[in-house]
Nanobody, 127 residues
Framework: QVQVVESGGGLVQAGDSLRLSCTVS????????MAWFRQAPGEEREFVAA????????DYTDSVKGRFTISRDNVRNTVFLQMNNLKPEDTARYYC????????????????????WGQGTQVTVSS
């Protein structure tokens, strides 16, 4: 069974940067496509970014393109979300998700496509 643990959230000002980390244990990390989702109070969980087993295949929601970068380190079993130029509307709890996949290329964007989730890490951006 895979375990997913996020870290790196915090309280920042608009325009600042944060890097979220997500470490996966229990299974072979390279077999998993990975993604970040976020959920603000009273809102549904939404897709932010995904990275396939092949790290050159990535996808982003439009609102974070050019500001956020997802990457993975298969030696450290970790996926990162570098968030630059943060905005108050980025305030949410950020969740890391893992999907065991036979495909090297797919980057699913729906919550029900992922097998395992972390507990989340809070990101708060003040104006």
């Amino acid at each position: 069974q895979v375990q997913v643990v996020e870290s790196g959230g915090g309280l920042v000002q608009a325009g600042d940067s944060l890097r979220l980390s997500c470490t996966v244990s229990g299974r072979t990390f390279s077999m998993y496509g990975m993604a970040w989702f976020r959920q603000a109070p009273g809102e549904e969980r939404e897709f932010v970014a995904a990275i396939a087993r092949r790290s050159d295949f990535k996808d982003y929601t439009d609102s974070v393109k050019g500001r956020f970068t997802i990457s993975r380190d298969n030696v450290r079993n970790t996926v990162f979300l570098q968030m630059n130029n943060l905005k108050p509307e980025d305030t949410a709890r950020y969740y890391c998700a893992a999907k065991e996949s036979a495909s090297y290329y797919l980057t699913p964007t729906e919550t029900d496509e992922y097998d395992a989730w972390g507990q989340g890490t809070q990101v708060t951006v003040s104006s």
